[in-house]
């Protein structure tokens, strides 16, 4: 499985912007599907969006037309561009990567690599 680090994660206004960033590394890179979940305290976790390896992607209804996802292969890296945030995204993000050649799909048991996490939080 692939080994995860996010980053990118910090506090920033209603109506703000955040960048996160995935790392990705192992030897089934870049034939992985990587995809962005969150988690709230006390809620479960859900996915926010995810990306193939040739670039199909995928969205949570809650976040369409605010966040985009993309990736570098060359660079190893997954980016999360989130625009318009809101106090509700407020959440830990997850990076999560499945095994190779799998389609790009919000259901976390089709992932089976996870990275620590990065906090983000939307507040005035």
């Known amino acids: 499985q692939l080994q995860l680090v996010e980053s990118g994660g910090d506090l920033v206004q209603p109506g703000g912007s955040l960048r996160l960033s995935c790392a990705a590394s192992?030897?089934?890179?870049?034939?992985?599907?990587v995809a962005w979940f969150r988690q709230v305290p006390g809620k479960e976790r859900e996915g926010v969006s995810c990306?193939?390896?040739?670039?199909?992607?995928n969205y949570a209804d809650a976040v369409k037309g605010r966040f985009t996802i993309s990736r570098d292969n060359d660079k190893n890296t997954v980016w999360l561009e989130m625009n318009n945030l809101k106090p509700e995204d407020t959440a830990i993000y997850y990076c999560?990567?499945?095994?190779?050649?799998?389609?790009?799909?919000?259901?976390?048991?089709?992932?089976?690599?996870w990275g620590q996490g990065t906090q983000v939080t939307v507040s005035s």
């Open positions: 999560a990567a499945t095994h190779p050649f799998r389609l790009c799909v919000l259901q976390q048991d089709d992932y089976n690599g």
């Open positions: 990306i193939s390896p040739r670039g199909n992607t």
């Open positions: 192992g030897s089934t890179w870049p034939y992985n599907t």
